[in-house]
């Protein structure tokens, strides 16, 4: 076992977590969360928050955008052509969009840079995240005395790209940052990996909600639940 004095540091932490997650995979005591109920929302699971609108840049993006964004986008969807070469790639002075890898619109670097950022806030942005679907990423818990040890596995998202895992409704403005991984060359996490030493909150009355961001699409999605915030001693 690690001392109190080892366990306050990250390697400790991290080292007793791996050990705790051995253990509760062997003898089964770790549980996969239910998938989140969708909420009843006017444009359904990604329904924007005030002063924000779906991007639409390619078929399916619900990233949500400020309506200038969109409005660049559309543009940027018309010009596309005009600034490729025959061969594909994109003429001097233009890039990949990459909204998602699948984006090949060529645009200035600088609209790039939007769509990295407007990915990356995708969560913060809907009127509620806990109401997304379930997709390709799944979490478990290995309880401890003051929270849990989260882990996640799962495919289907951007090669290469970060994950990010949030909670939500545990009484913060907004989601709540837990942690990040990256997708490996076949868009997967494999194995269960480490995500967050969750600790608990006093007053809570339900799980948490994980959301999780696959950035290289914006796209959002729930992995399950967590009672660790609610597991105060």
């Not at 062997?26 to 359904?44: C, E």
């Not at 955008?65 to 005009?82: C, F, H, I």
């Not at 799944?138 to 003051?146: E, F, G, P």
């Not at 949030?166 to 403005?173: E, G, S």
Request: glycine share 12%; net charge neutral.
């Amino acid at each position: 076992m690690l001392e109190m004095g080892e366990m306050a540091t990250g390697s400790g932490w991290r080292r007793l977590a791996q050990a705790l997650a051995a253990v509760a995979l062997l003898s089964g005591v770790l549980g996969v969360a239910a998938p989140a109920q969708a909420a009843d929302l006017p444009w359904g699971p990604y329904t924007c928050a005030s002063g924000y609108v779906w991007r639409e840049a390619v078929p399916g993006d619900q990233v949500c955008v400020t309506s200038q964004t969109r409005t660049d986008t559309q543009t940027e969807n018309a010009l596309g052509p005009s600034r490729r070469e025959s061969n594909g790639f994109c003429k001097s002075g233009f890039v990949w969009r990459e909204t998602r890898p699948s984006d090949l619109v060529c645009v200035v670097p600088s609209s790039r840079d939007r769509a990295y950022s407007d990915n990356a806030n995708a969560p913060f942005r809907l009127v509620d995240p806990g109401a997304t679907p379930p997709g390709g990423v799944s979490v478990i818990t290995s309880n401890h005395q003051l929270g849990g040890y989260l882990y996640a596995n799962g495919s289907g998202l951007s090669a290469n790209k970060p994950v990010r895992f949030y909670a939500v409704r545990i009484n913060t403005v907004g989601p709540y940052s837990l942690g990040s991984l990256t997708a490996n060359s076949s868009g997967a996490i494999p194995g269960w990996q480490y995500v967050a030493d969750i600790r608990c909150r006093s007053g809570l009355t339900e799980p948490a909600i994980i959301v999780v961001l696959d950035q290289g699409s914006g796209v959002v999605t729930t992995a399950g639940t967590t009672d660790a915030f609610r597991r105060c001693g």
